[in-house]
T-cell receptor, first 113, second 112 residues
Framework: EAGVVQSPRYKIIEKKQPVAFWCNPISGHNTLYWYLQNLGQGPELLIRYENEEAVDDSQLPKDRFSAERLKGVDSTLKIQPAELGDSAVYLC???????????FGPGTRLTVL | GNSVTQMEGPVTLSEEAFLTINCTYTATGYPSLFWYVQYPGEGLQLLLKATKADDKGSNKGFEATYRKETTSFHLEKGSVQVSDSAVYFCAFLDNYGQNFVFGPGTRLSVLP
């Protein structure tokens, strides 16, 4: 069975440019998470979806970050415009439900110059 | 607020040494507790979990016991291998099932 797929794996952009990350969760998983992981730190939740509904986006900086999960399957996380401090690894995870095991994708490493 | 504290790394051990990585948490109620591992170049994966007090999670020779009285979930392994070199994250899910919180991670290096 395929795991959580993320693309791209690496992205280098200049500040003020837009960037988008894509996630394809494990088939049948209703819950999808986007995390931000800074170097040497644990993942921090940005947003959680139950199907197509964002049920927890309290940590998402809404002035520049946006996310969507159309049809309750794939999800896209966007940053516009990117800032130097956005350089990090962006992780996507999915699970059957909130209390079930989360499966993580390999992440997208973003570098903002 | 909710938080997880882990022992600082990096932890460097020789092969076959005993491993302990301490983890304590601050949360309301009775959270579920997890250890995730991130091998070099790979995504996080669940190592083990425990959902109620005194439960012991185990996998791949690793163990951790849910200690409610000390709010701890220390990770142990009796004999580490080079292939155990990775970053280990302690985490919990609060008992409302709403907040999933990770610790900062502890890097383990096992030398042959």
């Amino acid at each position: 069975e395929a795991g959580v797929v993320q693309s791209p794996r690496y992205k280098i952009i200049e500040k003020k440019q837009p960037v988008a990350f894509w996630c394809n969760p494990i088939s049948g998983h209703n819950t999808l998470y986007w995390y931000l992981q800074n170097l040497g730190q644990g993942p921090e939740l940005l947003i959680r979806y139950e199907n197509e509904e964002a049920v927890d986006d309290s940590q998402l900086p809404k002035d520049r970050f946006s996310a969507e999960r159309l049809k309750g399957v794939d999800s896209t996380l966007k940053i516009q415009p990117a800032e130097l401090g956005d350089s990090a690894v962006y992780l996507c995870a999915s699970s059957l439900g909130i209390e079930d095991t989360q499966y993580f994708g390999p992440g997208t490493r973003l570098t903002v110059l | 607020g909710n938080s997880v504290t882990q022992m600082e790394g990096p932890v460097t051990l020789s092969e076959e040494a005993f491993l302990t990585i301490n983890c304590t948490y601050t949360a309301t109620g009775y959270p579920s507790l997890f250890w995730y591992v991130q091998y070099p170049g790979e995504g996080l994966q669940l190592l083990l979990k425990a959902t109620k007090a005194d439960d012991k999670g185990s996998n791949k020779g690793f163990e951790a016991t849910y200690r409610k009285e000390t709010t701890s979930f220390h990770l142990e392994k009796g004999s580490v291998q080079v292939s155990d070199s990775a970053v280990y994250f302690c985490a919990f899910l609060d008992n409302y099932g709403q907040n999933f919180v990770f610790g900062p991670g502890t890097r383990l290096s096992v030398l042959p």
